[in-house]
């Protein structure tokens, strides 16, 4: 089977690659453009760590056949610092000690950016809804809310001055 | 809010520093196990049976091995044969089967190809011819007298008499104190309660995986993500009749354990593999394959009975716990047997404890193993004795609770312990008085675990600019790197971050156990400060050296050398001058510490439960949680407070949803995040964590381990929370929605109030 030829935008940057047929995004990322920020925790879009934005949409990339990101834009985790500058929502997880193993971390990230650019002010059960496709087994959650909550105000403060 | 004993002040132990490797997991770099990729790497998938209980009568391999791609088929015939006796023979049996297989998901074979599709393709080409066996699927059928016996060899150990007969009971716990007959003779109030609970898996989010890679000289490096490094590499080496050392094991980032992560599945296949293609093998599992064939916590048949006055003191209890720990022996019923009546004074008690074997997944450890479900029969039923007597639940726990030189059950006494500090946390925090809106209650429940040592080792360089590196062998699950740079920072006085914490290899540390029974901090932290008071010598001896004077003139303040003699003042020297001299004073400064760690502190903790029950869906809402845990010493108070909301969540989750589901022939109804729910953000409120501070006498900073027993009292506080909302009490989990329904529709009050 002869392999497709995929010419998209990822983080910024134009990039090709060849995939299979019935190949994910998520593993065309992590296989073939060698970006393994998202992860696969489950392979049927229930935990939300393989989370990517295409598009301007959040997925599951795992859901996703690679084929179909052709002409597409898609960001991932390792698209979220500038440079040496964290985004606010990295540097609030670092500082309110967000994460524990950071397995679900870049998921909750992308979910989360993609969160405040939906709603740059979201209320505490606007954020559990906003996340609730993302698991994460470590923290029960509530420095992730925290750090979310952190973040929007800080976006807001960079955005007024 | 933490709530201390006085304590020395620290610099740098009790701040919350930026983790050391939170920038890599922040910016997805950070390289957990599925991550790695290896030159000439092929691809290795697992062959499992779909029986979940049959004789493996032949395995043809031809086509497999025929098909494109395939590099190697492995069976359990390339593996030296193991017979029971053998110290670990289930564990060998598991990974791969033998003559039988013993639960659907049974490892049997393994294929490596090019591809991952290559390598799925020839593993449905395995043809496996199999004996079908009846399942054995519940406690009840494994004990039933004319059951199928899984182990022919299976004679239960602890009876007495002896067995005469194998069965499906692979060990007998026993253990008693006083006179139970007039201990219950003493008893104003006397009640009997049966529970039952179904298995429950760790749920961490990464996936089994490893990468292997055996070069010809006959050695093997493995990379992977586990709990314990050292532990893969003997595990793997027994399988694989192989010396240890010809093994090096590189720990990857791991991706959530809680227990799971202790034991081995893949790393022999891989290695097998890997010896037979000449190639690395990579291996990662499916989550259809974590739930079928990896760690479920036991399922459980519990009777507890309990005596108390009208005082409310205990008098007697007298408890039989089942434990199944899946299709081998286990450890359930010996640490149901070791937690069930420990915390509270129980003056006469006699407890039985059975580990059965089933047709389902070998059960692996999940944080404070056994221990949650032993508080969810006894927390609930203190929480029934307090109802009826009237009496606050926290103060009849504080009544009856253990203190320092109160015996445990197996009769050591206790050190100091911070139990009764717990509880008067929570009863003095304002949420202990919050009111309470229609359809909700309140649940207040203790938990405990005893904690462990082990073996453990580190090494401290100092860099050539002043700076240290601190390694160790355990694996870093929830920031223990920082953790290990504080208690350095500390002792050197060096900034911590200054100090870069690294876990190393089996080659590059020494040997260290794995990170179970919430060690890490306690045990791997006594062994980075031991590392660093000789450091702290071999700098004093340095900075002698350097000033011309005498060592026991020279002492170590605030990270630098100073001069106490009775000469003339000399400058004081800092540690990035004393390495710059470094080869002129003795070279380079490298100091380890290893031990093996006693006094690990027993955990306490303590939980209020505040919920919300919809009386016309039976579906609960937690609205408030409060929870109170003896940190000892807080290390990095953060993850402390982390490691308590993520006991409380999975607590949560055990509660109310989690649960594995068979249909009748032993097949997996729900393996997969659809439908073995796991809580979301969604269902959790925020979670008030109280630390209590009371130091643990055994460590130099007082640390006692946290990550286990913040799981222990969910399950009860929830169940006595519904029966405050309802007035129902509910004995079987999970509280599931239809559960709590039919509680609350059959008579307001099921299984008697």
Redesign the interface.
């Known amino acids: 089977m002869s392999r497709v030829h995929v010419t998209c935008t990822i983080n910024g940057d134009p990039a090709e690659f060849l995939c299979?047929g019935g190949q994910t995004l998520l593993d065309a990322l992590?296989?073939e453009v060698g970006?393994?920020?998202?992860?696969?925790?489950?392979?049927?879009g229930?935990?939300g760590?393989c989370s990517v934005v295409m598009d301007g949409r959040l997925l599951c990339s795992c859901l996703v056949l690679a084929p179909e990101a052709e002409g597409t834009t898609i960001s991932?985790?390792?698209g979220?610092?500038s440079g040496d500058d964290?985004h606010p929502l990295?540097q609030c997880?670092?500082?309110?000690?967000a994460?524990?193993?950071?397995?679900?971390?870049?998921g909750f990230?992308v979910a989360a950016r993609a969160l405040l650019d939906r709603n740059p002010d979201p209320d505490?059960?606007e954020?559990?809804?906003g996340?609730?496709?993302?698991?994460?087994?470590?923290?029960?959650?509530?420095?992730?809310?925290?750090a979310v909550q952190a973040a929007a105000t800080e976006i807001t403060a960079i955005n007024e001055s | 809010m933490t709530v201390t004993e006085p304590k020395p002040s620290y610099k740098y132990v009790g701040t919350?520093p930026?983790?050391h490797?939170?920038?890599e997991?922040?910016?997805?770099?950070?390289?957990?196990a599925?991550?790695l990729?290896m030159s000439g790497q092929i691809h290795g998938i697992v062959v499992r049976s779909p029986h979940a209980h049959a004789r493996i009568v032949s395995i043809d391999t031809s086509e497999a091995e025929a098909m494109p791609g395939v590099k190697a088929v492995i069976t359990g015939d390339d593996f030296p044969a193991v017979e029971p006796g053998h110290r670990q023979y289930d564990m060998c049996i598991n990974v791969i089967a033998r003559d039988k297989v013993f639960y659907e998901g049974h490892a049997l074979a393994a294929v490596a190809a090019s591809t991952r599709?290559q390598a799925q393709a020839a593993a449905a080409a395995v043809k496996v011819t199999y004996e079908v066996l009846p399942a054995v699927l519940t406690i009840e059928a494994a004990m039933a007298p004319d059951a199928p016996v899984l182990h022919a060899h299976m004679m239960t150990a602890g009876a007495d008499p002896p067995a005469e007969q194998p069965s499906n009971i692979s060990n007998v716990t026993r253990f008693s104190s006083g006179e139970l007959d007039s201990g219950f003779a003493q008893a104003d109030l006397v009640i009997e309660r049966e529970f039952t609970t179904q298995p429950v898996h760790?749920?961490?989010?990464?996936?089994h995986a490893c990468v292997a890679d055996t070069g010809q000289d006959g050695h093997t490096t493995i990379w992977c993500s586990s709990q314990g490094h050292f532990s893969v590499r003997s595990s793997t080496a027994t399988l694989l009749g192989w010396e240890n050392t010809r093994i090096r094991v590189i720990p990857a980032?791991?991706?959530?354990?809680?227990g799971g992560k202790t034991t081995i599945y893949l790393e022999p296949l891989a290695v097998a593999l890997s010896a037979k293609a000449g190639r690395p093998v990579k291996m990662?599992m499916?989550?259809d394959e974590v739930f079928r064939a990896t760690g479920p916590a036991p399922g459980t048949k519990l009777r507890i009975k309990l005596g108390a006055k009208s005082d409310g003191s205990l008098v007697a209890g007298d408890a039989y716990l089942i434990y199944t720990n899946g299709a081998y022996t286990g450890s359930g019923g010996l640490l149901g047997a070791m937690t069930v009546f420990e915390s509270y004074k129980i003056p006469n008690f006699e407890i039985e404890a059975l580990d059965v074997v089933i047709n389902t997944a070998r059960s692996a450890a999940y944080r404070a193993p056994a221990a949650p479900l032993t508080a969810f029969a006894m927390e609930t039923m203190l929480d029934e004795i307090a109802t009826d007597l009237g009496i606050d639940p926290i103060d009849l726990r504080i009544q009856n609770a253990v203190t320092e030189g109160d015996p445990s059950t197996m009769g050591f006494p206790f050190a100091r312990i911070g139990f009764v500090e717990c509880l008067e946390a929570v009863r003095d925090h304002p949420n202990y008085k919050a009111p309470l809106g229609p359809n909700q209650g309140r649940g207040v429940a203790a938990g405990y675990w005893f904690n462990i040592g082990e073996s453990s080792s580190a090494t401290v360089n100092l860099n050539e600019d002043g700076t240290a590196t601190v390694v160790t062998g355990s694996p870093d699950?929830?920031?223990s790197r920082a953790s290990m740079a504080l208690m350095a920072a500390e002792e050197l006085g060096i900034d911590v971050h200054d100090i870069r914490p690294v876990v190393g290899d089996t080659e590059a540390v020494g040997f260290t156990d794995t990170t179970e029974g919430s060690r890490a901090t306690f045990a791997t932290g006594m062994a980075v400060v031991e590392a660093c008071r000789r450091m702290v010598v071999e700098l004093r001896g340095r900075a002698a050296k350097m000033m011309g004077v005498d060592i026991d003139d020279v002492d170590w303040v605030d990270g630098q050398a100073v001069y106490t003699g009775s000469d003339d003042e000399k400058a004081p020297l800092s540690v990035a001058e004393i390495t710059a001299k470094a080869k002129r004073t003795g070279g380079p400064l490298t100091a380890t510490g290893s031990l093996e760690a006693h006094g690990a502190g027993p955990g306490f903790a303590v939980h209020v439960c505040d919920l919300e029950v919809d009386p016309e869906t039976g579906v609960v809402r937690v609205v408030r949680y409060t929870a109170s845990q003896d940190a000892g010493t807080a290390i990095?108070p953060?993850?402390v407070?982390?490691?308590i909301?993520?006991?409380?969540?999975?607590g949560i989750g055990w509660a109310l949803n989690e649960e594995y589901i068979y249909d009748s022939d032993g097949v997996m109804e729900n393996p997969?995040?659809?439908d073995y729910r796991?809580?979301?953000?969604?269902d959790?409120p925020?979670?008030d964590a109280i630390i209590v501070e009371v130091p643990n006498p055994a460590h130099p900073y007082g640390v006692r381990g946290v990550g286990e027993t913040g799981i222990v009292p969910p399950i009860p506080a929830v169940a006595n929370a519904i029966h405050s909302a309802t007035g129902c009490r509910i004995r079987d989990l999970p509280m599931s929605p239809v559960r709590v329904l039919g509680a609350i529709t059959s008579n307001g009050g099921s299984n008697g109030a």
């Open positions: 299979d992590r296989d970006l393994t920020g998202a992860k696969e925790g489950c392979g049927t229930d935990c760590a991932t985790v390792e979220m610092a964290l990295q997880f670092l500082e309110g000690a994460l524990q193993c950071g397995v679900c971390t870049p990230l505490e059960t954020i559990r809804y996340l609730a496709g993302n698991l994460c087994r470590c923290t029960g959650y509530d420095k992730i809310v925290r | 919350r930026v983790r490797d939170g920038l997991k922040v910016t997805g770099r950070a390289r957990f599925a991550d990729n599709d760790q749920g961490y989010i990464e996936p980032e791991i991706g959530g354990g809680f990662v499916t989550r699950i929830g920031g990095h953060s993850y407070e982390g490691q909301h993520g006991g409380v969540a999975q997969s995040f659809l796991v809580p979301v953000a969604s959790l925020m979670i």
